[in-house]
């Protein structure tokens, strides 16, 4: 079965940096996307960046766009998302999700990540 495996948060002051990694396991083949969401208290969970596995396109929300880059190494079933010039404002547990041939959705576990001011 598919399996995640999101690691990377922790403490950061502002305008700091962090990168997350998801380990994708259980699943050989390039046809499904993996997604970084993340959720803050009393919020929804939010959509932030997206990579294709097979195409390696990218997509990121106006609210990380510029500050946030998703990349896959391909070797180490893994997927990144480097965050930069952190705000208060992005503190949240972070989760990576991964969608498998358009189909199948599996989330991992979150990891926190705190920007303190």
């Known amino acids: 079965d598919v399996q995640l495996q999101a690691s990377g948060g922790g403490l950061v002051q502002t305008g700091g940096s962090l990168r997350l990694s998801c380990i994708v396991s259980g699943f050989t083949g390039d046809d499904y996307g993996i997604g970084w969401f993340r959720q803050a208290p009393g919020k929804e969970r939010e959509g932030v960046a997206c990579i294709s596995r097979s195409e390696g396109s990218t997509h990121y929300s106006e609210s990380v766009k510029g500050r946030f880059a998703v990349s896959s190494d391909k070797t180490l079933n893994t997927v990144y998302l480097e965050m930069n010039s952190l705000t208060p404002e992005d503190t949240a547990v972070y989760y990576c999700?991964?969608?498998?041939?358009?189909?199948?959705?599996?989330w991992g576990q979150g990891t926190q990540v705190t920007v303190s001011s």
């Open positions: 999700n991964a969608l498998v041939q358009g189909t199948r959705n599996y």
